[in-house]
């Protein structure tokens, strides 16, 4: 049996708190609580001032590193998401897909995967080439461009996705992004040589997650 083809609103956060982000993702999940039946999916995409994010593998980020990154200039917030530690800041896209997977495939791994496939895709139109590796993301050859941590509790989804548009990378020096050794981070503009903003890539990113999860997309207004 052919599944009916899903809608998912597009909201457009603009630049926004994490904290902010946060609240408003919890709203959209308890959504779905409240109103089951309506299948109220929805992409939530925005900008952060600079902030670091750690997953629940928390134990590598005692108060002390809090205190050092965040005399950087930068928030800090100890999140439910999957993953360890990443930088989220202006000139980089993120994306907050709250879906029930009821209305796609019931798969975490399935949905992580296509998430993954979606900024391959989206790169690709930007003529870069993009790939998966045995870490969680995507990345252009060992540098990664996009990290991917989520939660997902009774099928519903939160957090998500970080594309690199034209991040100052000079934050994630501080750190070591995702927990990953040996391996670097790079931006749509760092792989072009040209300036990327985030409301150029909010069309690709939007054109290539309507394709990769066959589902209709409206508002973003």
Known sequence: MQRTRAA??????????????????????????????KRLNALLVCEHPPVYTVGIRQAPYPPDEERRLTLLGAEFFRTNRGGLITFHGPGQLVCYPVLDLACFR????????ELERT???????????ASTSPDTGVWVGDNKICAIGIHCGRYITSHGLA??????????????????????????SLELG????TDETVPYLLDSFREQFDCDLWGGE
């Open 106 to 113: 019931k798969s975490v791994r399935w949905y992580v995967c």
């Open 119 to 129: 900024v391959i895709k989206l790169c690709g139109k930007f003529g870069i080439k």
């Open 194 to 197: 040209r300036t990327v903003t």
């Open 8 to 37: 998912v609103e597009v909201v457009n956060l603009g630049r926004v708190s994490y904290a902010e982000a946060l609240r408003v993702q919890r709203s959209y999940v308890k959504r779905h609580s409240d109103f089951r039946e």
């Open 163 to 188: 594309l690199n548009c034209n991040t100052d990378m000079e934050w994630f020096k501080n750190i070591v992004p995702c927990g990953i050794v040996g391996k670097g981070v790079t931006s749509l």
